[in-house]
């Protein structure tokens, strides 16, 4: 990957699973992740969880003693962010995941979770990069509305903090890249000081060009154009709660258009292991669906959490969280259970690999189509002929129709010339003469995309 790639956006699908174990028989073997048309396998921590204030099932202040703990509960006595949680393997079961991943065409990701159990080593070692009560107790961390009792977060601005724990939070992402990893996901960067990602990110790059950050950071809008200015390559985004066709087309409009996209980059994922959207929990599968067409057609990063292909929605009352969170379990799955859309999200991979329009955010447009349960847009990438055009059904429940219109003036067409168009889920060559046109879209198959281009004269 070029330097360029990595400052103005990068292609690459991610797969998320907790705390990857390619030994348990309910995990996802490399070569199906890939198959499936993702790059990149992301794990969450994969350190030592510590055993003070261990979380149980479904953020349960008290844990039993077969409950693995949060693994953003980092740290214990085997170890810190420089370790592997002793169940997952050692350093050379990592290294040969690693060659394993990239034998199969895939680059793994780490979760850069700057946090602390208060079983982590560095609470006995550098007690100074910690505020401490007078009682010698120390305050959990918080993120309102949530709580983590089973964390102490650093304090960057102790004396004895600038400039070593700075350092040490360099050396491990350092420590990790010698390991071959060149992508992290950032946990949450936007409660950490801005200078210090500045910094980090610099500090990387000058050694590393070509590694990239993700910002996890759910806020204000500000602050999330701030961290991309500051250097991180990624974004997540707002996708996750914009499901009625106006919310969509003025976020996307203005993702897609300067100011915002000369330095923003959108990554859509479409569920995480903390947000199990209220859209998902009451669409069934037809939402998924929805959902995955849309990450995969607007945005030109996108990626799911394991559990997503399987449509999992069961929830808690009244939140966007799961029910049985498996960041509290180790929870078993069956890939191969009915319903799921494995064959859905390959399809979709498949083709926006296959067309350079949907590999990025921007050369985007919004057409009219005349219902507002139909969103419909096209792609353009510089320099090709060809539009590709998406429409998708966004009522999960009921199937819509609508007359919509084909852009022909785009190629300076009249109202009453033709496009040729090629459907791309099915496989179908249809001429469309006139520039209103009909369509009918069932929640069974939500979505349609076409690759389109001006008809030949005969």
Partial sequence: MTVEAALTGDPRLVYQACCYDPAS????????????????????PIHPIGRTNRKGRNNALH????????????????????????????????????????ENGLELALDFAIQCSPDHPWLRQYHGWFDWRTDGTIKYAENPPKKYEDIANVDFYKPDSLPDLWRALRDIVLRWIDEGVKVFRVDNPHTKPFPFW????????????????LAEAFTRPKVMYRLAKLGFSQSYTYFTWRNTKKELTDYLTELSHPPVSDWFRPH???????????????????????????????????????????????????????????????????????????????QLNAIRKAEPALQSHTGLTFYNAFNDQILYYGKHAAGEMTRILVAVNLDPHHIQECDFEIPLWEWGLSDGDALEADDLLRGEHLTWHGKIQHMRITPDAP???????????S
């Fill in 447 to 457: 979505y349609a995309i076409w690759r389109v281009k001006p008809a030949r004269v």
């Fill in 25 to 44: 028989a309910a995990a996802l073997s490399l070569a199906e992740i890939k198959a499936m048309g993702f790059d990149v396998l992301y794990m969450t």
């Fill in 198 to 213: 500045q910094w980090l990110i610099e500090e990387v790059r000058a050694e590393h060009p070509d590694a990239l950050f």
């Fill in 268 to 346: 859509f994922f479409v569920n995480t292991p903390d947000i199990n959207p209220f859209f998902l929990q009451a669409s069934g599968r037809p939402g998924f669906l929805i959902r995955a067409a849309l990450a995969a057609t607007l945005s030109g990063l996108w990626g799911i959490y394991s559990g997503f292909e399987l449509c999992e929605a069961s929830a808690l009352p009244e939140r966007e969280e799961y029910r049985d969170a498996e960041k509290y379990e180790i929870k078993p799955r069956d890939f191969s259970g009915p319903g799921n859309i494995v064959a859905e999200i390959t």
């Fill in 63 to 102: 844990a039993e003693v077969s409950d693995p703990g949060s693994p953003y509960a980092i740290g214990a006595v085997e170890g810190g962010h420089d370790a592997i949680h002793p169940e997952l393997g050692t350093i050379d079961d990592f290294r040969a995941l690693n060659r394993a991943a990239h």
